[in-house]
Nanobody, 131 residues
Framework: QAQLVESGGGLVQAGGSLRLACAPS????????MGWFRQAPGKEREFVAA????????YYGDSVKGRFTISRDNAKYMVIMQMNSLRHEDTAVYYC????????????????????????WGQGTQVTVSS
């Protein structure tokens, strides 16, 4: 099973932008439905965005609509999330997730938890937005 590796996190001022990327490290690359979640200290993991295997279906959490854009480059087996107009409340560890089954819809990725058998997770990348 391929491991997912996130990159692109860091410290940015409010109003700034960051670009996160997620790709499998070794093993069988995933071109299945993928997504991003985030978890702030003391809070539950929150859905951020999900994308189908071909990019035809995309979903966003309400708090990031209009500011974040998810996309994928299947030639590189990579999913990317462009984050603009960042706010202090966007501060969190961001986790990449991928479905293990080719039949999993992007809408189902929205419901993934760490206990979901169908889900693979990365280790997370820290995003800190200073106010």
């Amino acid at each position: 099973q391929a491991q997912l590796v996130e990159s692109g996190g860091g410290l940015v001022q409010a109003g700034g932008s960051l670009r996160l990327a997620c790709a499998p490290s070794g093993g069988t690359a995933s071109t299945y439905a993928m997504g991003w979640f985030r978890q702030a200290p003391g809070k539950e993991r929150e859905f951020v965005a999900a994308i189908s295997w071909n990019g035809g279906k995309i979903y966003y959490g309400d708090s990031v609509k209009g500011r974040f854009t998810i996309s994928r480059d299947n030639a590189k087996y990579m999913v990317i999330m462009q984050m603009n107009s960042l706010r202090h409340e966007d501060t969190a560890v961001y986790y990449c997730t991928a479905a293990k089954s080719p039949w999993t819809q992007a809408s189902t990725v929205m419901t993934f938890t760490t206990d979901t058998d169908d889900a693979s997770w990365g280790q997370g990348t820290q995003v800190t937005v200073s106010s």
